[in-house]
Structure formats: C-alpha cells, structure tokens
C-alpha cells in the first residue's frame, strides 16, 4: 500500500482547503471577468488575485523536484497534489503549475546556461510570463519526432528557424513570450540526433501566430492553442538547449513528469465528475423513484470507481518507480497510464454527463469542457496507438528470438 510522506499530507491538507475557499467559489468570477474582457487572451484580474494568495500560503511550485527553484518533491510526492488542482481548469495556473510551463521550466532548470536561467526561467518561475513548446507540425504525424521537418539551420554566430508548428498550447496567451522550439539541424546525422531545441522569444521578427485552435468548440482562453509559423528566424547560437543532436533526448526527458501530471489531473477531474453524479443521482426522481435507486444508473457508478482506482494506483506505481529506478525502467508503466488515464476520464466524464442530462452538455456544467479535454489527451505526448506499441514492444521483448 503506498503511504504519502507527511510533507505531501501537510500539503494535500492546505491545497484542499484553498481549493474549497478560493478555487471553487471563484470558477464563476473567472468566467464573467474574462467574457467582459474585450481581448479573450487578456489575463481576468481574479487569477493574479488567486496566485497572490498561493504565494503567500506557499503553494507555488510544486511541481519542481529541484529545491533551487522548486517544492523539492518527488513524482510521487506531487501525484497526489497533482491530482487536487486537476479538479479545476483555473487550478494549475494559480499554483503555478500549469502545462506547457511546467515542462519547459523543467526543461531550463535542468538544462539551460545560466544565462538562460536568468533571462527565462526565473520570470516563468515567478509567474510573470508564460511560455510555449513548438513541436508538432501540420505535415508530418507528430507523434513520431523524427519525422519533424522545422529547419534549425546555424549560420555564424546565430540560428535560422524556418517552420510550421501547431498546438503550440499557450502561445495565445497575451502573456506568452517564449516558445521552446524542435526541430532539425543535422539532417544527415543518426535518426535521434537530427533534432534539437532552442530558445525563440515570441517577438523575434519572422514570429507570426497565424490562428487560433478551438478544441471540439472550446477556445480554451486566456491560454489557447496556435498555428506558429517561423519564416528565417533569427536567434543567437546561445539559444540552443543542451547543444545540438540533443532536442530529442531533451523531449524525452520532459514528456515523463509531463504524463505523470497530465494523468494525476485527469484523475483529479473524474473525481470531481463522479462527485457530480453521486449528487445528480440522489436528487432526481424519474419513473417513480430516485435516479440513485436504478440498477444501470448504479453500475455506472461503480464502474466509475473502479476505473478511477485502477488508474491512481498505476500512475503512482509509475511516480514511485520514476523516483527510485529511473524513467527509463519505468517507460512501461509510463505508456500505460497515459493509456489508462485518459480513456478512464472519458468514460467517467461520459458516464455523469449521462446522468446529468441536458445539463451535462451545457455551459450550466464543468462535464462537458472536461470531456473536450480529456478527449484531447488521448492524443496530447503520444496518441494511444504509440503508447500501446511501446508497451507490447517491451512484452515482448524477452520473447525475442533474435536476441
């Protein structure tokens, strides 16, 4: 059985609370104040109001295993914390932990120069800006990396990025400034040492978000998702992560805590829909007798149990082996929970929009903008088909007759 240490207990125990006295109370607030905004990527005024007071109760952070910069927490440390700020779109930003800035923070703190460190990751660390990662293209299936086409081509003392990227999460943001950018320097080197990573900032001549990006309908703003175009960007070649060849490696790394996270907040959600049904169920009345007492109605609800159970326990088996044997061991349990746990918080989500009626599809309800989410998360770091490849590659493995 897992146990929490008492730090992540202490922690739970203050998140739970400022999600019941400041989260829920202002998801409508956020709501008014951003429709009466005339710019829908301007930043309503309650989340600076909201990540003051994170600050000043030191829930700020926490996503950093790094305690330079960071809580100092392990996966299995923040899982659960994880898993609470899920519960709310607005959350993770308020506690500044929220994708893509996560995963490109990490990717500084662990990579960047120090100058890197000075110029970007201390002002994402504070909550002033925001950033942006460009890698998946329009022409070429993503969910391969090698197949990435953008051009990093360096010429004297800088680089030239030509490219299309879209999904870039977050560069509609008016508070965006930087975007983590993947592509190809060396065309020619070995298939994993093509790609690299470097720093542009978003007002680089050359820069132009060409659209907008709606998800099943929903703009997703202030935050919003990109169609980013790079026509002979230039940048110093001190922007580069890492150094070149390395853009992969650097995904690799970025992408294990950044399931971790996405499935702990998809976890959090279907608890929070679950909650919703339970509630439904017992107040409603149809044919006689409440909605709670009928024997379908029931089975859907144990299954939604179930399958969140089964979901937590795995992605927490792959924090804890992330922390004690390494990403790598762990690249199984990896794949399988970012199976698992959207395809869990789909049928859960479905599963209380059902109960929930016409409700359940309207904005009266969070039920329906969490399903677009979930639903976009079976594609999001890898479409199910790649993460099920990798997991039967490593069953059969031992079964290799080639070996």
Not at 162 to 190: F, H, Q, Y
Not at 230 to 241: A, I
Request: proline share 5%.
């Amino acid at each position: 059985m897992f146990e929490y240490t008492e730090r992540t207990k202490q922690l739970q125990e203050k998140l739970l609370r400022f999600m019941d006295d400041y989260i829920y109370p202002n998801e409508k607030v956020f709501k008014e104040q951003h429709a009466a905004l005339d710019d829908p990527w301007d930043n309503p005024p309650i989340l600076e109001e909201l990540k003051t007071k994170a600050k000043e109760q030191g829930l700020w952070n926490l996503f950093l295993p790094d305690s330079e910069y960071g809580a100092g927490l392990s996966n299995f440390e923040y899982a659960p914390l994880c898993e609470i700020m899920g519960r709310s779109s607005i959350a993770p930003e308020v506690f500044n932990c929220a994708a893509p800035d996560t995963g490109n923070m990490e990717i500084l703190a662990r990579y960047g120069t120090e100058e890197q460190k000075e110029r970007w990751l201390k002002p994402l660390l504070a909550g002033e800006i925001r950033s942006c990662f460009g890698m998946t293209e329009p022409e070429v299936a993503s969910s391969d990396a090698t197949n990435i086409q953008t051009s990093i081509r360096r010429e004297g003392d800088e680089y030239v990025i030509n490219g299309r990227k879209w999904w870039s999460s977050g560069a509609m943001d008016k508070r965006c400034k930087l975007a983590i950018v993947m592509g190809k320097t060396d065309p020619n080197a070995e298939l994993h040492k093509q790609q690299s990573q470097i720093l542009v900032p978003l007002d680089t001549p050359g820069v132009t978000i060409e659209r907008h990006l709606k998800v099943f309908g929903y703009d997703h703003a202030p935050h919003g998702h990109a169609e980013v175009t790079y026509d002979n960007v230039r940048v110093p070649v001190t922007n580069v992560l890492l150094g070149e060849g390395r853009g992969f490696e650097i995904a690799q790394g970025r992408l294990g805590p950044g399931r971790i996270h996405h499935c702990m907040r998809l976890i959090g959600v279907a608890e929070r829909a679950l909650e919703a049904a339970c509630e439904r169920v017992s107040e409603r009345v149809a044919f006689g007798k409440p909605l709670a007492a009928q024997g379908a109605v029931r089975q859907d609800l144990a299954r939604s149990r179930i399958e969140i159970e089964q979901a937590r326990l795995l992605t927490l088996k792959a924090a804890y082996m992330m922390d004690t044997v390494g990403n790598k061991v762990a690249r199984r349990e990896i794949a399988m929970i970012k199976v698992v746990a959207p395809n869990m918080a789909c049928n859960v989500i479905d599963r209380a929009i059902q109960v929930h009626g016409a409700l359940g599809v309207c904005q009266d309800s969070f039920l329906a903008a969490a399903y677009a989410k979930a639903r976009t998360l079976r594609l999001a770091d890898g479409p199910d088909e790649v993460h099920r490849e990798t997991i039967a590659k490593l069953e059969l493995k031992p079964y290799r007759r080639d070996k």
